[in-house]
């Protein structure tokens, strides 16, 4: 289900399915660690292809907080060419993340990102930027990729990497933030990985201050 509010959580999303006389197995809304937004859809796991091929046909279209829904099959992306470093990773459907996290499904959206102290990463000085990345395929490819330049460290997120406004772009001017789970972790990864050589240039790791 796309299409929809940065804001929208779960509780906003069920009414509607039984509403129009959906059972439904899971909704999962993945969001952004760093705003506490969602990408503006979700994933709804329905009991039947039938089920699903009807709601297709129900509530596409139908008005949520303002925009019209856009609901359709949730279908596995085919990986492109090969990258250096990168060859086993494929874009796939939204993995669970099976951390545990504060429990802001039912509180409004202003108390929850209280509740999930944004910030916190920063002030504790345990959040990178990286730079030096080459655009990424996808943003679940991204997450990926990064989390694999990170491995043996303890990373608690890892946000979307981002491409600066200039003109002509560069081939690895892309950025992102990496959050660690503490700070001496953080200390750590960026004396490792800073000036590292990937894919033809030099990563850049430092902490965001």
């Known amino acids: 289900m796309g ?10 999303i069920e009414p509607i399915l039984f509403q129009e006389g959906f059972q439904f197995i899971n909704i999962e809304i993945p969001s952004d660690p760093f705003t506490s937004r969602n990408p503006s859809h979700c994933f709804v796991d329905l009991p039947s292809l039938e089920d699903a091929e009807r ?12 925009r019209p829904l856009e609901v359709k099959p949730c279908v596995q992306k085919r990986p492109r060419a090969p990258r250096s470093q990168s060859d086993e990773l494929q ?4 993995q ?10 039912h509180l409004p959206p202003a108390i929850g990102m209280w509740a999930t102290d944004l910030l916190a990463p920063i002030k504790e000085g345990r959040r990178l930027f990286v730079g030096g990345l080459s655009k990424p395929i996808d ?22 990497a981002k491409r600066p406004e200039r003109d002509p772009p560069l081939e690895h ?13 953080a200390q750590r990864a960026a004396g490792q990985l800073h000036g ?11 902490t965001l201050e």
């Open 3 to 12: 299409n929809m509010a940065y804001t929208a959580h779960r509780a906003g």
């Open 55 to 66: 709601a297709m046909r129900h509530l596409s279209g139908q008005p949520f907080q303002g």
């Open 91 to 94: 874009s796939m459907r939204w």
């Open 96 to 105: 669970r993340d099976t951390r545990e996290r504060p429990n802001t499904r």
């Open 139 to 160: 943003n679940h490819s991204s997450d990926l990729e990064i989390r694999r330049i990170f491995e043996g460290f303890q990373v608690e997120a890892v946000s979307k």
């Open 173 to 185: 001017d892309c950025y992102a933030f990496v959050d660690l789970s503490t700070y001496d972790e």
């Open 196 to 206: 590292m050589e990937l894919w033809g240039g030099k990563l850049t790791v430092k």
